[in-house]
């Protein structure tokens, strides 16, 4: 999709909508009336508001799921016919790209050529790749003896709850939301306070499709409200969740103060890249680290936000990523001028200023950047910050900062740098340059990692999994293998 200056400009001026709850296929308010207000991250100035929900309002939207569930308007309905009204929501958000794009670029400041692929493009392509998936999938028949049938059957596992992040609410909700659906299940969605405009606007768009009413619904509100609610309901069976690892943790005791429900956990992480001087691309290796942490501001779970290069290649690798960084331009995330939006919210700012002046105070260096930018529009934008002369104990090393800030150090052995890319208690992601192959094999092996990506950053597309390893959380999204958290499987074994 081409994009159009004067067309971006159109869709900004349109007043932003409500954002209220969906439930049982109808926007409604919160029961209370209450609404909070949503501060667009590009000016700092009011965009709408939005439903401060309370209890009553995710039990409500619970109950809907349940008995959507239980008359098999969803769960009992044909794999193919699921499959047609998946595909159809799919083209339903295609046609509505740029819209839905431009207004989660209002809400959480992306820039608008990364929120148009990674948001409404890649849900679009998400939702049909597992509705594609839905009437391919077999049960199995188990070798026994001749007089005993043995079927084992994968059926939906009930009402899922979905709890999704700001940065990225239509990438990441998809990839929760539709191996939910796909395998049958009801949905509550719980959307990130300060990002929902657009995955509401999604979910309208699967009514729209033929979704049947209860099957898919969302609750706007404050975590310790309703995300607390939807956490410790004993009639959610599955909790999917991406964002903080205090929240995940939370989650998990709710789990156990509930009804022990399943809990997938994505908690982010503080990724290592490694680059070795026989790397078979410095310039390539240079541009992809500088995008791997400062594009979207650091704000990727899987960002590349510790860097550690070969001692003999330092010097020039770290002139090459400050070349790449300085040549970002920073600004309104609506213009095709810049190349990098805006923070999402002011909390990310601070947090991302107090994190610089910590590593300061802890002996860091202020290799690049370290400044605030804009700070007369109202918005919330920095420099692509570069921090070096940095240990292993410094909080900037040990802290997911979700922002704009890269740490560097050399290293001069393959053990030195397996040490530094160990050192964290994260493991979700990690980088790896080098054009040997034995090399390549021997370190990935060793990385603590859910994922690791070898002379590249990302990439990596729908058909392969997502998930961390140690305090970077449990399950996989992304792949058939995503499917498998929201299925029971049922042993039928029959006497003949």
């Known amino acids: 999709m ?30 209370s009336g209450e609404v909070m207000p949503v501060i667009s991250p590009i000016d700092g100035t009011q965009l709408t508001v939005l439903a401060a929900s309370d209890a009553e309002d995710m039990n409500r939207a619970v109950a809907a799921a349940r008995r959507s569930f239980e008359t098999g308007c969803w769960s ?33 400041g992306t820039d608008i050529r990364m929120a148009l692929k990674g948001e409404p493009q890649s849900a679009a392509d998400t939702i049909r790749f597992y509705a594609e998936a839905i009437d391919k999938r077999n049960g199995e028949i188990t070798p026994t003896r001749h007089d005993i049938l043995s079927l084992i059957h994968r059926e939906a596992v009930g009402v899922v709850g979905v709890i999704i992040p700001w940065n990225f609410p239509l990438m990441i909700g998809s990839w929760k939301l539709a191996p939910a659906l796909a395998a049958g299940n009801s949905v509550v969605v719980k959307p990130s306070e300060e990002a929902s405009l657009s995955i509401l606007r999604v979910i309208e768009l699967a009514a729209e499709a033929g979704i049947p009413p209860g099957v898919l619904n969302a609750v706007n509100g404050r975590g310790a409200i309703v995300g607390e609610t939807l956490g410790l309901h004993m009639d959610v069976d599955v909790l999917g969740f991406t964002g903080s690892g205090g929240v995940g943790r939370r989650l998990l005791e709710y789990s156990a103060r ?89 909390a990310q700012l601070a947090k991302t200023r107090v994190a610089i002046a910590r590593a300061a105070e802890q002996g860091a260096t202020v290799y690049h950047g370290g400044n605030q930018l804009h700070a007369e529009s109202g918005g919330f934008y920095h420099e692509p910050t570069i921090l070096t ?82 305090q970077s959380g449990n399950g996989s999204d992304r792949s058939l293998h995503a499917l498998e958290k929201y299925e029971n499987l049922k042993t039928k074994w029959i006497q003949l």
């Open 389 to 470: 002369d940095v240990a292993t104990e410094m909080d900037v090393v040990q802290q997911e900062i979700f922002g704009p800030v890269l740490v560097a150090r050399s290293f001069d052995t393959e053990e030195e740098a397996i040490a530094i890319a160990n050192e964290t208690v994260f493991g979700l992601s990690s980088v790896l340059w080098t054009r040997d192959l034995s090399k390549a094999h021997r370190v990935s092996n060793r990385i603590k990692s859910g994922v690791v990506h070898i002379n590249c950053y990302s990439g990596a597309d729908i058909t392969a999994p997502l998930g961390g390893v140690r």
């Open 2 to 31: 081409s994009l159009e200056q004067s067309t971006i400009d159109l869709l900004r001026a349109s007043p932003a909508p409500v954002g209220l709850n969906f439930i049982n296929n109808k926007a409604v308010s919160a029961a």
């Open 258 to 346: 509930s009804n022990l429900k399943r809990v997938y956990l994505e908690l982010g992480g503080k990724s290592p890249n490694l680059v070795f001087a026989d790397a078979p691309n410095l310039k390539r290796a240079a541009r992809e680290t500088a995008a791997s942490i400062f594009r979207n501001n650091g704000q990727v779970c899987a960002a590349a936000s510790r860097l550690a290069v070969e001692r003999s290649v330092y010097k020039d690798f770290m002139e090459a990523v400050r070349a790449e960084a300085t040549a970002m331009r920073i600004g309104d995330p609506l213009s095709l001028a810049f190349t990098t939006g805006a923070l999402a919210n002011a």
């Open 76 to 108: 009992g309905m044909a794999p193919r016919e699921r499959k047609r009204i998946m595909l159809k929501w799919a083209d339903l958000i295609d046609r509505h790209a740029l819209e839905i794009a431009v207004l989660g670029v209002r809400d959480n």
